[in-house]
């Protein structure tokens, strides 16, 4: 490489993880937007958890074919790119296989190992791409699933295989050149895969395929820049995210519900005869009041909104979801698809009113996610349970839910009913209190 080809690829490393640095800026001051809770606890489990589920990849392989599947694609993917060091250091210093000289057999395990990789991920891929276009697995084709999310599926898959491909070519141009006489470049690794493509560039002037080689190198890793950049708008932020998001994921057991501090208060208040309900500290008048439950991302809490950046849109959730096979509209995946858009959507705003989010009279309630799916949900934690990296839509169905009854009482009839009765009987049911324990004289 010329001194003006170092130059052009410090320019593209530089444009190619500038964007990148400000798109993860924006994820995290969006992240921000949401309400503080403590997720410091324990932080042994939180380990273990990171370690096991996105790492270990514990839970995609309950459906072993995905499962393995995903495996092969995040194993190859995560380490061929580890080649990416050498190519950085290679393209800055115009060298060729620096690490070669110094790591000797242990470089030909590591290219031999990253080729047969390459392969597995384009089988991978390719059986991924057959199970969403040909196959139409029912949750990839479900109604929550249209437009670009349909489409970044493919996009991702497309992308994938083409980086693969360019690899593998650039190898195989690598090796060939390695072996014509006057060896253009030195000897070194091994190319298990490339060995069998080689042969498509006999017959070709070494100057045509060192500039073929020059072309795939530098396709391969502008692509992997773009690709790099593609993540902020795509699924495939869950690559980088998933890790954070298992790690501050509820410990708590699942079902259990957090309860609202100033309810509390207020029931104890009720319970205790002897308590003075204006003991508490004086308010300040010019505070805005605390809202009950959630009308909008800025109510939810940053792991939720953590939570709605992670989603892999895998659909597990809503294929595992009882309302959803019953044929109720909600659908966890569209829970958490809704809620990225719309905290996409406060985030634009605050860009374009510098830094401050000015009311568009839009909410997530409403214009996103219906009362009506809110109140399909079952809280039975079926999507929580499948969710392959811990995200908990019901967290935010229930957030929303207790927007709804506190804050508009807009409940559904069958639910008021029930509160009325425990109210006024002392159970769910419309009879006296005298007649509570008529049932054990019926049998």
Known sequence: MSYLDNILFA??????????????KKIIRNINLGVDVDRKDNPKARWKNMALIALGQSKMVRRPVAGILHILV????VIINIELLEIIIDGLLGTHRIFAPYLGVVYDVLIASFEILAILVIFAVTVFWLRRNFIRLKRFVHSD??????????????????????????NASDLHLQNVPGAVFYKAGTFPVSQFIAPIFNGLSNELVVLLFEVFWWLHIAGIMVFMNYLYFSKHLHILLAFPNTYFANLKPEGQFDNLASVTKEVKLMMDPNADPFAAAPVDENAVPSKFGASDVQDLNWVQLLNA???????????SCPANQTGKKLSPRKIMMDTRDRLT?????????????????KTLLNDYITPEELWACTSCNACVEECPVNISP??????MRRYLVMEQSAAPMSLNAMMTNIENNGAPWQYSQQDRLNWKNEN
């Open 309 to 319: 950046y992670t989603c892999t849109e895998c659909g597990r959730c809503t294929s």
């Open 74 to 77: 995040y194993v190859g993917f």
């Open 345 to 361: 959507e406060v985030g634009k705003n605050i860009d374009a009113n510098k830094g401050v989010f000015v009311p568009d009279n």
């Open 145 to 170: 699933l249209t437009g670009f999310p349909k489409s970044d599926a493919n996009y991702i898959l497309y992308f994938e295989t083409v980086l693969m491909i360019l690899f593998l070519l650039m």
């Open 11 to 24: 320019v593209l490393l530089v444009v190619g993880f500038g964007f990148f640095a400000a798109s993860v």
């Open 394 to 399: 019901l967290s935010i169905i229930m957030d």
